[in-house]
């Protein structure tokens, strides 16, 4: 029977197995590299990078396996229950250290200045120049050094990482890669906040922030609706709009991505793929309708 030897007090003991967990969180991952999208695998790029990728190895068959209970991502923190050979899972704390306010405005602020690396984000895809963007501001998006990274868990294992906190690990990058405001509310802001924070420093000259870090907007003067409803309808004299030459997007399905995935969703296929491509033959089918290719189907005529 197969032993091992514990390395501080040379006693002998059984190696143990993990209990197994009913609805745990399991890896989309079943083999090899963790992470589809660039941000995902920069993760665990980063946190290998910290040489501790030995012991992250050790959390992949937990990941795999399903060994986390539960997960749950706030700003600058990471909880989450793992069950090992013990009847009560571990607990395991992963803190991040979170920018400042100031720091997301001046984020915010360089982002309007490459106004479709916003527009790739809201549509939940991480642009790649965004770490750029990080850096020209003195940041980082992702943990610049080990020390930005504080981690706990309850096991006995003396080891920092240990399993427990390396399955947490791998299942961060896979809920990055299904929403990576994830990563952003890791560091601090919310989906909400960012963007409230982006179209705040946005737009017209008159738009400023003021020294607490608060974005003060302007608003456009009030433009009454015209009291003839036909008319509203027909583009009359009394409607005024000029948006002037428009461009077709080649974002798809930019609602649903801006709503962002479920983080862990399990399913056999990409949750916003499939809506994507619902999404694009609907907009297929519209522009049809529009230019007067199709139409409603006509009535059969009645004998």
């Known amino acids: 029977m197969t032993r091992r030897q514990s390395y501080w007090n040379y006693q002998w003991y059984e190696p143990t197995h993990p209990r197994q967990v009913k609805g745990g969180i399991k890896a989309r991952s079943k083999r090899g590299a963790f992470a589809s999208k660039w941000w995902g695998r920069r993760w665990i790029q980063v946190l290998e990078s910290f040489n501790i990728g030995a012991r992250l190895s050790r959390g992949r068959s937990y990941a795999r396996r399903g060994q986390v209970a539960d997960l749950s991502i706030e700003k600058g923190e990471v909880r989450a229950r793992v069950q090992g050979s013990r009847s009560q899972p571990y607990r395991v704390v992963i803190k991040l250290k979170t920018l400042a306010k100031k720091d997301w405005i001046r984020v915010t602020a360089s982002l309007t200045e490459r106004p479709i690396l916003g527009a790739r984000l809201l549509a939940g895809e991480m642009p790649e120049d965004i770490e750029t963007v990080f850096q020209k501001t003195g940041l980082s998006l992702f943990p610049g050094k080990r020390g930005d990274l504080e981690t706990d868990c309850s096991c006995p294992d003396w080891s920092n ?121 609907a907009t297929l089918v519209g522009e049809a309708v529009w230019e007067g290719e199709c139409g409603p189907a006509k009535p059969e005529s009645k004998s």
């Open 161 to 281: 990482p240990c399993k427990h906190i390396a399955a947490v690990y791998y299942l961060l990058a896979e809920a990055f890669d299904q929403d990576p405001f994830l990563l952003l509310k890791l560091r601090g802001i919310t989906r909400e906040q960012f963007i409230s924070l982006l179209s705040g420093v946005g737009g017209t000259e008159k738009q400023k922030i003021d020294t607490s870090g608060k974005p003060e907007c302007s608003s456009f003067p009030p433009q009454p609706l015209p009291t003839n409803g036909e008319a509203f309808w027909r583009g009359g004299e009394s409607v005024v709009f000029d948006a002037g030459p428009v461009e077709k997007s080649t974002l798809t399905a930019v609602l649903p991505r801006r709503l962002g995935a479920f983080p862990f969703w399990r399913g056999r296929e990409d949750f916003l793929e499939v809506i994507a491509a619902i999404y694009q033959k």
